[in-house]
């Protein structure tokens, strides 16, 4: 299916803003294969979020396969040169969401876990938990010392024991997982402050967040319904969340000593 055709079904979809993206790439086809999500969102007036909405709109993964449609309209793609398209895409997507995640402002994020009296780390799978495991090693070089969640019973001895001090760090790839709601809503109950780590995406558990991180993952699709999601962001705004920590406690430490 081609781009055109995409407009057309899920037209109704589509916002002001989503139709003046399409407008300028329906004009700059060939010019908008070779931009940036950067590029094109500076070209549009619009924010990299705005990109990634619209790209999702029409049923996209996100704008890695937008370019790819486009590049599909523009050349004939042999397999060889396709799977070649398919990586640069990735890395471009993986340049863009590394320059989205510096540009983030943490402070409030550092403030929270400056001033709890103790952090909890729960994670919902296995590279959850190995994000998790990675946030707990890094934060013990700032003094920090993170306990990481695992398994109901641990969730549960938690849940009686946490405090409005303490804050819990929820990490999860959909922000939809049974699990993961479930500890929110029991969190919120208890209004205890806790910051979920997402892919970006409309999803429950950072509606109910006292704060939200998303990262844009991207996905690529083999053919017969397999598919590959580069996941490794998570482990980048790991290192990046800690290097800017250490940074803001230091700062806090400092201010502390000319008291």
Not at 52 to 60: E, G, N, Q, T, V
Not at 202 to 221: F, G, H, P, Q
Request: proline share 0%; with cysteine.
């Amino acid at each position: 299916m081609k781009i055109d055709e995409l407009i057309n079904k899920y037209y109704d979809r589509l916002s002001q803003n989503d139709l003046h993206i399409w407008q300028y790439i329906n004009s700059n086809k060939e010019e908008c294969c070779n931009l940036s999500i950067h590029e094109l969102a500076s070209r549009c007036n619009v924010s990299k979020t705005t990109i990634l909405r619209f790209a999702k709109k029409l049923s996209l993964k996100g704008y890695s396969e937008l370019k790819v449609y486009l590049n599909w309209e523009k050349n004939s793609i042999n397999d060889e040169n396709l799977d070649d398209l398919f990586i640069d895409n990735i890395c471009e997507g993986w340049k863009s969401s590394i320059d989205e995640i510096r540009e983030k402002d943490f402070t409030e994020i550092n403030e929270m876990i400056y001033k709890s009296k103790r952090v909890f780390l729960y994670g919902t799978g296995t590279l959850q938990v190995g994000v998790a495991k990675e946030l707990k090693r890094m934060f013990l070089y700032c003094g920090e010392v993170f306990n990481i969640v695992e398994g109901g019973n641990e969730t549960e001895m938690i849940l009686n024991n946490i405090t409005s001090n303490d804050l819990l760090i929820l990490i999860s790839l959909t922000g939809n997982s049974e699990r993961a709601v479930k500890l929110a809503k029991q969190l919120l109950v208890k209004n205890i402050p806790f910051v979920s780590i997402t892919k970006l995406k409309n999803n429950e558990l950072a509606r109910m967040s006292t704060k939200s991180i998303y990262i844009a993952t991207s996905i690529v699709e083999f053919g017969n319904g397999i598919f590959h999601e580069a996941s490794n962001l998570f482990f980048i705004l790991a290192e990046i969340l800690f290097l800017r920590y250490a940074s803001y406690k230091k700062k806090m430490d400092v201010s502390l000593l000319k008291l």
